[in-house]
């Protein structure tokens, strides 16, 4: 069994999450995907990166984008809500940094 969520908000595109029975899940941007293990606390769902790279694989090599493919070791942290998870998404750009809710509901 699989539960996928996807994104509902502006943002991110594309946005979509799959966790499945094993522990493991699947993050996908349109341009990245992230895979590693997620773990439910109370109304708290961790997401430990193992292995995270982008979709067009040139651009795995490309030394300017090398960082964006390097796994934190602090998991990513979503709060579970009554119709879906959330989480604070910031956007930082040379001179301004605007937070966005990435808001993801189920679909079954």
């Known amino acids: 069994m699989e539960n996928i ?29 992230i895979k590693g293990t997620w773990e439910r606390r109370g109304d708290s769902l961790f997401l430990k990166c193992e292995n995270k790279g982008f979709h067009t694989d040139s651009l795995n090599y490309v030394e300017k984008y090398k960082y964006l493919n390097v796994c934190s070791d602090t998991p990513s942290i979503w709060m579970v809500k009554k119709n879906g998870i959330q ?15 990435s808001f993801l509901i189920s679909r079954k």
């Open 87 to 101: 989480r604070p998404l910031i956007l930082k750009s040379e001179n301004k940094k605007k937070t966005y809710i």
């Open 5 to 33: 969520l996807y994104h509902r908000r502006l943002g991110v595109l594309d946005e979509r999450l799959s966790l499945y029975e094993d522990k493991t899940y699947l993050y996908e941007t349109c341009a990245q995907y």
